[in-house]
């Protein structure tokens, strides 16, 4: 038997006869470390424990995490490849199953052409599969067509990191540094539901003195314990970051030699800057001055700080211009490049950071390399052994894909991890979409409201039956291990891309035996590009706690600190991008007054396919609520756990109310993680940021009405 001290000086919690494999959790970016526990006899999974040693997390694990086993031998599982006859699933063979793909697949590219197939990623998984989805769309399907969820998650966080550092990794800094720094300034992350086992690393820089700013429509456990909380209206948040930076020049707080050298545009931004007075900034944000005036004085005032947001501030069709400025925040005190301060994104889903910088996206190659830069184009083209012209066009993003459904150029989609039929805005839309295509396919281990519009739903494993890597949040890479041999007849995803690409002809293109093959061909498909991961290899994760990308070579130590020097931009320096301000896409009228903001709870985890099949997790939290302040309720003369509609332009729904002082008296918070008539996305509004194609999740327009 492994014989392993939990902590020490603590007893071991597993028992006799189980091996423990070593790996990280299922769900989100801050991707805990945590063994899994393996009987020695029977092989079953017997449940996990939190890895002490892991250097980000310590020890923690969130309630997701200490359930997130029960995934693996749930009843639920889909054990064989279901297909579709007459209305109902039956079971196949996987050969029945892939000869059907195969013979669609090909009707249909020859009827209408290679981009009438299309591809929707996810990236709760590893690198090595994200790599391989976005080669399976351009070599082996050959279609333009690819996008995933992380269009709805990361995207703007990535468009601003663009824009104002020329680079897109999730944080400047290493998260263990975190405790010594003096101020965070967290802007809609909801930190202790979201990313819980981070809260430790801010409680011990609190208890060391430092402060915390949180930006926020709801008084969310972490603004709680905030020091100034700025609960603005959902969709002003250019205005109130306008607002700060304002104070941060007038004050006298700028780093005028950091500046001077390292930035381009301070000129043009304090121009822009000079009408957000505290006055005009809480006019248009509906926080109180003296709170703008704190949070500045704060701020400006701390030698170390960090700026942080997560979806609260991106998933807006304002959410690049929002992430620029909060940088901006950040270069004008020129905290970039140094010890506990910088920037940080919470990335959401598990490989969040690493699945969006290997062409899942629609106009990505691997290693963050452009579909439009014809070297980049011409580099992979040889790494993948094509020809440069094989090389299929930028698509478009995620829900723009369901407008090509609709004008009839999409006719068939591969649905690889993800359950967009719930997590989509404007969700009948997806739904009448998938209604109307030829050929759906679905790969998950549990059938989703996605899958059950299939035709063809393919069985794959989960985390823990396969090995590979994944980037949390901070970009260091890190290593996921197999702790049991797939269950039922189920395969993993790249053993299905692969297979498939073999019955189209393009099996030479997908020779891998096992994930680590694929890891060497994506080494060398990232070298010399902006996420270069050519250095890393999976003894150096094991042996270093992670790698931080970039890390060009083997004998590169990795980069935990960004920017020391430089920035990614052509010329070495961050720009501070004027974006002034504008209104959300849709803003409240006479019929729809309110605003409806839409998130998260700590039980749940996106769509809830995972986590709504978990008992503990599904008695916690059952069902949505419309969350709002009692004074908002008694004007409608509604009262607590009462059945109320909610309608937007878009759908109407009905929910419970639940009724808490710890919100604006101006808007409704709507928990996401339920499909059909229980999904909020039927009325959420689908307005597009221009720059990263991020929908407006965190704000539209909406009536409440009791029934
Ligand atoms: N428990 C749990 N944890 C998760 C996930 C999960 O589903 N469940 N998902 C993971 C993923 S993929 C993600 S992306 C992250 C998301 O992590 P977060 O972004 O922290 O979560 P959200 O609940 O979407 O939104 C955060 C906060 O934004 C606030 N907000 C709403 N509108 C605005 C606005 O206009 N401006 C500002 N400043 N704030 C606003 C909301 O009140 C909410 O408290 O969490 C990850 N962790
Ligand atoms: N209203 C509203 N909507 C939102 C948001 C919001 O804040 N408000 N947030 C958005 C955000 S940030 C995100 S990230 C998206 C997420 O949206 P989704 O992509 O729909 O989220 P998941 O529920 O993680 O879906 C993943 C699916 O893949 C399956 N799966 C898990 N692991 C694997 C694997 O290794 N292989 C395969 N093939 N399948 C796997 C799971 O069972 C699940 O069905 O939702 C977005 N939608
Ligand atoms: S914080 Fe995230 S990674 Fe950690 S246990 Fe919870 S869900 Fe898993
Ligand atoms: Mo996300």
Redesign the pocket.
Known sequence: MTEFLAKPGVKNLHNKGEKLITTHCSY??MQCGMHIRVSERTGEIKGVEPRYDWPVTLGKLCP?GVTAYQQIDHPDRIKRPLIKKKGKFVESSWEEALSLIERKFTEIQGKHGKDALSVFGGVSMTNEKCYLVGKYARVALGTRFIDYNGRF?MSSAAGGFMKTFGLDRGSTLPWTELEHSDCFLM?????A???PTSIQMFWKARDKGAKMIV????E?PTARIADVHLD?K????SALANGLLHLIIKEGYVDQEYVDERCNNFEELKASVEEFTPEHTASITGVAPEKIIKAAHIYGRSPRSVVMF????EQ?SKGVDNVTLYSSLALLRGQIGKFASGVAT?T??GN?QGGREHGQKSDLLPGYRKLTDPEAVKYISKVWGIAPEEMPKPGVSAYEMFDEIHNGTIKAMHVICSNPAVSSPNVEYIWEGFKKLDFLVVNDFFLSETAEFADVVLPTTTWAEDEGTTTNLEGRVIRIRKAIEPLHESKTDWQILSEIAARLGRGKYFPYKNPREIFEEFRIATKGGKADYSGITYERIDKEDGVFWPCPSEDHPGTPTMFKESFGTPDGKANLPAVGWEEPGEVPTKEFPLRL?T????????SGNQTRRIDFLKDQCPEPYAEMHPELASQYNMSDGEMIRLSTPRSTMELEVKLTKATRKDIV?VPY?WGKELSVNKLTNPSLDPVSRMPEF??CSVKIEKL
């Open positions: 989100c970016g997701k998650c802007a809609g992350s909801n930190t539901e979201c990313h930006i926020d429509p709801r969310t603005l959902p969709g002003t948040d997560a979806r609260g501030a807006q919470f959401g889903q969040g903001t998130g998260r709870v700590v039980f749940h985890y996106l918070f993680h965190k704000v």
